[in-house]
């Protein structure tokens, strides 16, 4: 039987400076980051962050969760920024990810843990609201295809070659990007996470 654990994306699969900048300049109005060319606006943050919050103020524990996240919107912007940069290393590798992928690693979670509590301890631990769970599943998908593809922990190669594709321009407001932890100022969400996964029953019969 295998269990998946918890995942973090080390630094050191992409520590080249180069790579991944950060602009220091004057940014565009209504611009939060640039990545591969494509504007990530405030508006599309702030978007994330109000879903966030919306579903923290429904909770009994409301007080704690939001003043566990007060930097909300650098949190929400770095994991966009991360995810793009999934998409990127997964579209190099001409990997994808299929409806019934995405619909069967949301139910693995959910039928071990039940609907509500799974959405309760990715708000708790990640603060991803409920309608953001299909881009996180997404990216656990496209990681673990990831690793499949290249071997556990060989992902520093390939993640280089497609983030120095990309190009990170933060604006000022939400902090400067650090290629070290893949994520904004001094934020602690890491790039890739993931509750820990149900334990796979062997085959009846097996």
């Not at 994991?79 to 590798?93: T, V």
């Not at 939400?174 to 290629?179: N, S």
Request: proline residues 6%; glycine residues 8%; charged residues 20%.
């Amino acid at each position: 039987m295998h269990r998946r654990t918890a995942l973090s994306v080390s630094a050191a699969l992409l520590m080249a400076a180069p790579l991944l900048s950060a602009c220091s300049g004057q940014a565009r109005p209504g611009t939060a980051a640039v990545i591969g060319g494509e504007r990530i606006t405030t508006s599309a943050v702030q978007a994330q962050v109000n879903d966030v919050r919306a579903a923290q103020n429904r909770s009994e524990h409301s007080s704690e969760l939001i003043a566990a996240v007060p930097q909300l919107d650098r949190v929400k912007l770095s994991g966009m920024l991360q995810s793009r940069i999934l998409d990127r290393m997964a579209e190099d590798a001409g990997i994808g990810v299929t409806p019934k992928e995405l619909e069967e690693e949301r139910q693995t979670f959910e039928n071990d843990k039940g609907a509500e509590a799974f959405q309760a301890t990715l708000l708790q631990k990640f603060a991803i609201a409920p309608d953001q769970i299909d881009r996180w599943a997404t990216d656990q998908v496209l990681f673990t295809k990831l690793n499949a593809k290249y071997g556990q922990g060989n992902l520093a190669e390939p993640a280089s070659k497609a983030a120095g594709k990309l190009g990170i321009e933060v604006n000022p407001r939400y902090g400067v990007w650090d290629p070290q932890k893949v994520s904004i100022g001094d934020s602690v969400t890491p790039w890739i996470t993931q509750v820990t996964r149900p334990e796979q029953q062997p085959p009846a019969g097996a």
